[in-house]
Each structure stands twice: as C-alpha cells, then as structure tokens.
C-alpha cells in the first residue's frame, strides 16, 4: 500500500471544497446572518435549526448536538469514512490529483472499506450498463420502450441489465482487483454450491444511490416467465453501505430540486420516478424495497428544511387500487406527522400508478395528478367516512364513533381542532362545538366539566345555571385566553389597545367570549373603569354563569413565574400568546385554502396565498418568542 497523503495536498483539499457546497448536497442551508448558514443538522434529529456552517471559515458546527469541524471532518462524518477515504472522496470532486508520501500518485486501498464496496458497485453499474445494449437485454429494453422511456431515461437512471450465467459480473470485479469477500460483504456475489455466483441473474436492474450520489445497491426486476425466483422485484440485501429505511432511488437527482421547491413526491417504484421525471416532477423518489418510514422522514426533512417556521410539501403518490388506498392510510398511521410540513395525498383514477397513468394519458396527467393532490389527513377521513350511510343518523353517529379518534392523533393543535370543525360538515352533524369537544377529550385534554366549578373558592356555584358552562381553569390550550381576561379585567392599563383590538375569533371558550364581548361593550380597556366598579359594569349585562366568571377571573392571582417578576412582563407575554394562538388559526385557514387550490388552474391566487403564508409564519414565529421571553 501506498504513504500518507502529501499534506500540502490534503491544505489544497481543504482550500479547493466550497464546505457550503458539499454539506448542500445533504441539508437545506438558508442565509443566517453574520455570513453564516443554517439548516437542521444531519447527526441528529431536531425541529429547529441548530447547524450552522461558516463558508469564509470552511467550517460546521452543530449548537445542538456539539458535532463540528471542516469539510474534511464533516465527509468523515455523514459518510463514514475514513480520513484517507474522505479527502479522496473530495479531490475527485475538485479535480485534484493527489501525491502519496512513500511514492505514486493512486493508492490501494484497504480491503473491505466502504471505498472499496463503493468502488466495487460503481464498477458494477457500469458493467450492467453495458450489458443493456447486448443482444441477450432484448426483453429488459423492451419492457423501458414499452413503458414510455427512450435511452436517455434509461441513461440518466442507470439501468443496466445482469446477464445469464453464474458468475459473469463475478468474474469480471475479480478481474478489476475486488476480492471475492469484499464482494460478498456488499452483496454483489453470494455463496453458491460450487463457489461464489452473481446475486442477479436475467433480470433488468436499476443502480440504488446514496444521497451523495454513490452506488449502493441495485433493485432488480423479474422480465422472463420462466425465471425461477417468482418475485417480482429483488432488491441487495442489508450492507455495511445499504440501509434500505435509509435510501431513496432518485433522490440523488431530486434532491436540489426538492430543496429548491421545498416540495418531494413519494412514489412506489423505481418506473413510478422515472415516469414522474420524464413528465417533469423532478422532485419523485421511492423507497427501496421496504416501506417509506421515518428514516427517510429525517433525510427529506434537512432537504425541505422543515422546521417550525418553514412549510415544505410532502406528496404521496399511491395506486388507485384498495391495495394503494390502504397505503395511504398507513402513510397516515406510521409516522407522517414527523413531518412538520404539509402532507398530501395523490391516489391516480383507474387503478393506475404515475407510469400507467403517463402512457395512457400523457406528461400532463401526470403533472395533473400532482396538482390536484388532496391533504393526507383530509383523504385518510373521507375513506373512513366512505364505509358509512350518512343519510341515516345510526351511520352518522357510528361515522363520529369511527373517525373522531382519528382525527384526535392530529397533532397540530389548531389543524386538529380545523379538522375536528370540518368532520362535523362531512358527517352532516349540525353542532360543530360538540365535535370539537369530543376531539379534544379523545386526544386527552381535559374537558370543561358541567358538574361542578374545580376552584375551591367556587365549589359552591352550580354550572348549569343559564348561560354557557364555565371553562375548566386547568386546561392548557385555555390558558393564554384566561390570562389575558384576567389582565383585563385587573390591569386594564396593562391590557391597553392591543387587548381593545383583538376581535371575539381570537377566543375559543363560548364563556371567555361572553366575558370579551362584556368588556369591549363596557368601554374596553380605554373606558377608565377600574377595580370594582369595572366589574360590575361588565357584569351587569351577561348571563348568571359569565358574571361568576367576571368575578372569579377579577380577584383570580396571576402566576407569576417568579417572586418579584413583573405584571407588566406577564401582560405583555399573554397578550403575545393569545395573538399567536389567532394568528395560527389564520395559518391553518390560509393553508386550508391552499389545499383547495391547484397551483395549475389557479396560480396567480396560490402565489398570493403563499406570500401571506410565509409572511404569517414569520409573524408567528416573532410573536411566539416575545411571549417566551416575557413568561422566561
């Protein structure tokens, strides 16, 4: 084996590597001031971007998880590498011829490493590749032709075609230098009776890919009837390169596009991505013979920098058969909600996939398809709701019984409750509260209770006197509401214009709606009322339930988070929840709309509302952290 790399070759490596370029390739950098990039952190898992990168620097660090370095140390990192295999790895991206101390310009390197099992299957590839233009690959490019695809898709996907015989590609990598237990150890040559043989055999094969554009693996698909593995598609087995929960065919492809248009559609087959793109969807990918899980969640999630304050789209595309409905509903059960982003549902008529779908009615079907994509959570409901006859009030009530456990694993609060409004207009059930409420208990928050008031001070006091039932002072999604009637009704001059302007939407409770309207009617907050004399006028004119309430929110402490903290801090905090609270519910109505619309038919519209989306998201995210600082 050949020296050390020369270490004015590996300064050079260092130099040459753009680090924002390469670590690019894995995560979504977005501009963060100061000259630095941020994006979520590929070492671990996280909801808010922590990973920074300084390009003049030509390094990364991670303040979440502690990981950092330069390029080299982040190629080491994310790949597995070596040092030697890292700075190997980025001279050929640069062009840079390396120099070894001890003599020669190449190096062999160590059998076995994931350099060598890399370097075995892109000989492979290559190999496949060529044997798809043989006499004997008649059949496999018949069954792409046949399918809508010409020689360039092929090209631009790798496919290849692995031949007759027992061990032609054997001995064609023995014949490179690859040793035969390396090629074991990467799955492209198994034991057979009589020694090592090919893993595939007669079959049409397409190069699996890792995110950094390395050959891992290969799927492989049965086109002879008299194949004997009836299987329709074989896929490498488990390496120390191939994780398929970890893997997606096409997102070295997709993978700047999904980043540029913040959008991935999930397809089933390797044809299903290659349709998608040939139609121009060049963000499909496809999990590789296992099921989209959340692994492939965490890889999609640092491409569509899906945080808290970013909406990325997550399409599934599934066939139009029950087996593809149910797919769907289980993309609804496994994981989906790992995405903050929002997650659609795109099922093709007739029983089609993307690439039936594309050579019986064209590019534009496809397109359409994608387009007319329908909210995953919206979908897995109507297909529940489907089994039932809701003309009838035994099929609706069981309908209810059904679906609203469903929707209580939503769990976005504010799209929870949207949906939970929406189910009781497809059900057909003229009380939406109700269903709200029954939304809310099953996702286990407690109830306002109609027996009788928890505060000790109220034990006393019936609730189903008239008016509408006393909320539960204990339930968190209440509480900025309830702080911020307090302050009003305690500090007015805390609560100021801010409170005088927010309209009766942004409380929830029919009773501290009751309680707002009172205080606006009596002058609000400017009226310079005060004290006992405030809470008798607001009082006066409600139902018996709401003046309790007035008179048990007037003397109710403040929970001041510490001993000499401030009421005007605690005001300020509420007062910023309470408008965050309004403002994501105008998200959700906004993002409501958006599913409603195709970005096709009505693009000048669905531009405008992303703008106002984006726009509210940031308003969001602002009011969010003045409220966090204030109640810190």
Known sequence: MAGRIRESDIAQVRERSQIDEVVGEYVQLRRAGGGALKGLCPFHDEKTPSFNVRSTHGTF??????????????????DHLTFVESVERLAERVGLQLTYEGGGTSVQRDRGTRSRLVDAHKAAQEFYAEQLRTPEALKARE?????????????????????????????YLLGRGFEVAELIKGGLVKEGRQGPIDQFHRRLL????????????????????????????????????????????????????????????VVEGYTDVMAMHAAGVPTAVASCGTAFGIEHIKVLRRLLMDDASFRGEV???????????????RAFD?????????????????????????QAKGDVAV??????????????????LAEFDLDTAEGRVEALRRTVPLVARIKDHSLRDDYARQLSGW????????????????????????????????????????GPPRPNPADPELLAQREVLKVALQEPALAGPVYDSMPLSAFTHPAYIAVHTAVLEAGGTASGLTGAELLEVVGKNCAPTVRRLVSELGVEPMPLPRKNASVER???????????????????????????????????????????????????????????????
């Not at 994608?370 to 897995?380: D, E, I, N, S």
């Open 367 to 384: 397109k359409d398809l994608v387009a007319r994509r329908r909210p995953l959570f919206t979908f897995a409901i109507h297909a529940e």
């Open 334 to 358: 496994d994981g989906d909600q790992e995405f903050t982003a929002q997650t659609f549902i795109a099922v093709a008529p007739d029983g089609m996939d993307p690439c039936d779908l594309r």
């Open 143 to 171: 069954f792409l032709t046949e399918r809508g695809f010409d020689e360039a898709s092929a090209t631009t996907f790798g496919c290849g075609f692995a031949p007759a015989g027992w061990d032609r590609l054997t001995k």
């Open 61 to 78: 660090h991670c303040f979440g998880c502690g990981e950092g370095g330069d390029v080299i140390a982040f190629v080491m990192k994310i």
């Open 206 to 265: 397409w190069p699996i890919k890792d995110i950094g554009g390395d050959v891992v693996g290969f799927g492989a698909r049965r086109i002879f009837d008299d194949d004997q593995i009836q299987a329709k598609y074989l896929n490498t087995r488990e390496t120390p390169i191939y994780k398929k929960t970890q893997v997606l065919f096409g997102l070295d492809t997709a993978k700047r596009e999904i980043a540029k248009r913040h959008q991935v559609v």
């Open 315 to 329: 399409i599934f595309t599934f066939d139009g058969d029950e087996a593809g409905q149910k797919a769907a509903r």
């Open 427 to 466: 059900v057909g059930w003229d009380d939406p509260q109700t269903v709200v409420r029954r939304v809310r208990e099953t996702a286990g928050i407690a109830p306002a209770r109609r027996t009788r008031a928890v505060n000790p001070n109220q034990g006393a006091l019936p609730v189903e006197a008239e």
């Open 570 to 632: 605690h005001a300020s905090a509420y007062l910023n929840a309470l408008q965050k609270e309004q403002v994501g519910r105008q998200i959700a109505e906004i993002k409501s709309r958006l599913q409603r619309l195709s970005p096709l038919e009505h693009a000048e519209e669905f531009r405008e509302l992303w703008g106002d989306l984006v726009a509210m998201e940031e308003w969001h995210k602002a009011l969010g952290a003045q409220a966090q600082g204030g109640l810190g």
